[in-house]
């Protein structure tokens, strides 16, 4: 049981090229994305779950799982390329910042600590969460309505991580957002929720 959460980060691994598949399979095969994109969720939630539970919830598996959710989730927008173009670029000046953000933190992270961040933030959990909802509604009723929101929390999430690269002493893994990397450099204790980290 130890061995299962890195067991289900590679299982979330092996999601992301699947996706990249199906997508170029044609519509036909988007329901099966949107079902990718359900069992990634879940295996996110409990890797951390049974992590915790076993005492394994180390910086080097925390790592593994912040740059595999990475991974996964730029082949899931890759997807969304693939099947709706245009809605993509009908939001270029929103889209363009989101990618370019993605790795400014951990740049930051890397000259600061020469190590890559694990912050796994509330913003992420919820950007996270509002990605699967507008999976759901691209691929299961070609739908974009939630498309805008869901770049602007994802801008919003990733100013929050370099806020809090910036922001920590040292390099700290799970840190619910910049106010909360404020408060371990000032030295004051804060009580973290088990649910809301990996």
Known sequence: MKQLPFALILF???LAPLLLYLANLGPAYYLFIVICCY???ISDVFDGIIARHYNVATP???LWDSNVDLIFWLCAC?????????EIEQRWSIVIPLLLLEWIPD???WLRFRKFGCAHNYFSKLFGIFLLLNFTF??????SILLTTTIILGLISQIDRILI?????ARTCDIPSAYHAHLIKKGVPFKKYKLFHS
């Open 12 to 14: 979330r691994l092996a």
């Open 39 to 41: 069992l990634a969720l």
């Open 60 to 62: 080097s598996l925390r």
């Open 78 to 86: 890759w997807c969304i390329w693939i099947g709706f173009a245009t």
């Open 107 to 109: 740049i930051i992270y």
């Open 138 to 143: 691209l691929f299961g009723w070609n739908s």
């Open 165 to 169: 690269a910036l922001i920590l002493p």
